[in-house]
T-cell receptor, first 114, second 108 residues
């Protein structure tokens, strides 16, 4: 059984560019959540996908969008990058969306926007 | 105001000491999670609680739903326990609020 994986591990972009981050869920998990963690802060919930549909969203603008594929892998897309988008982006998968299921976190992608 | 407050923000302990990290929250929740984050970013889920107390090895987590408070205890602390410990609460199935974390350093 493989855990949650994310790619790439590190990424440098310039302001205004677009970026796609990828997450592969743990086997058997149909729910994935994405989080943004700025330096020295706790993670902030971006959105959750369940069975290829968005299933909840935090306080992030529409330029943050996502996709979940039939194999339950997921992408986070950020358009028109801003300097404040520099952060660690974490994805976490779980068996289903209910709160009583443990989330398994990936190692994160560190995005730097110059 | 943050929905989840942790204390202390930073903690330094000698190896072998008993450690307590506190978490208070202001929203109704269905579950509370304690997470461990090592340098470099990887997060491990330690506990998920909705009531009472759980124990894994040297780690103990308790929650008081009425007082909206949880504690994470580490007995016989060890340098490998050095990490950031994050409290997160789950009001509904698809929303999580995280504390800013407690940075723990255990000195040999």
């Amino acid at each position: 059984e493989t855990g949650v994986t994310q790619s790439p591990t590190h990424l440098i972009k310039t302001r205004g560019q677009q970026v796609t981050l990828r997450c592969s869920s743990q086997s058997g998990h149909n729910t994935v959540s994405w989080y943004q963690q700025a330096l020295g802060q706790g993670p902030q919930f971006i959105f959750q996908y369940y069975r290829e549909e968005e299933n909840g969203r935090g306080n992030f603008p529409p330029r943050f969008s996502g996709l979940q594929f039939p194999n339950y892998s997921s992408e986070l897309n950020v358009n028109a990058l801003e300097l404040d988008d520099s952060a660690l982006y974490l994805c976490a998968s779980s068996l289903n969306p209910t709160s009583y299921n443990e989330q398994f976190f990936g190692p994160g992608t560190r995005l730097t926007v110059l | 105001k943050n929905e989840v407050e942790q204390s202390p923000q930073n903690l330094t302990a000698q190896e072998g000491e008993f450690i307590t990290i506190n978490c208070s929250y202001s929203v109704g929740i269905s579950a509370l999670h304690w997470l461990q984050q090592h340098p470099g970013g990887g997060i491990v889920s330690l506990f998920m609680l909705s009531s009472g107390k759980k124990k894994h090895g040297r780690l103990i987590a308790t929650i008081n739903i009425q007082e909206k408070h949880s504690s994470l205890h580490i007995t016989a602390s060890h340098p490998r326990d050095s990490a950031v410990y994050i409290c997160a609460v789950n009001p509904t199935g698809n929303q999580f609020y995280f504390g800013t974390g407690t940075s723990l350093t255990v000195i040999p």
